[in-house]
């Protein structure tokens, strides 16, 4: 399994990000998706989650109205639309495979005050 994310980058408060999480060596449409996040210092905590027909999401409190998930299961894809970006939204960005060990190298999001 492989995950790739892309889409990160400097913003400042206020702005936008669009994050990409392109998979591979699974069939994808048969696993939830989720993104999680980690700032330096802390551990790596939940953002969303997404399920494999895309029809049920859940959020993480701090980014509730402001996240949005979503997935493309025609080209392996989950995605995670980002507005109102805060600085303490700072951290590297990771997608994962609901319930199992697969991880990408994560990509970075920093937010300018």
């Known amino acids: 399994v492989q995950l790739v994310e892309s889409g990160g980058g400097l913003v400042q408060a206020g702005g936008s990000l669009r994050l990409s999480c392109a998979a591979s060596?699974?069939?994808?449409?048969?696993?939830?998706m989720s993104w999680f996040r980690q700032a330096p210092g802390n551990e790596r905590e939940f953002v969303a989650r997404?399920?494999?027909?895309?029809?049920?999401?859940w959020y993480a409190d701090s980014v509730k109205g402001r996240f949005t998930i979503s997935r493309d299961n025609a080209w392996n894809t989950v995605y995670l639309q980002m507005k109102n970006l805060k600085p303490e939204d700072t951290a590297v960005y990771y997608c994962n495979v609901h319930n199992l060990d697969y991880w990408g190298q994560g990509t970075q999001v920093t937010v300018s005050s």
């Open positions: 997404i399920t494999e027909n895309g029809l049920s999401t």
């Open positions: 060596g699974l069939t994808f449409s048969n696993f939830d």
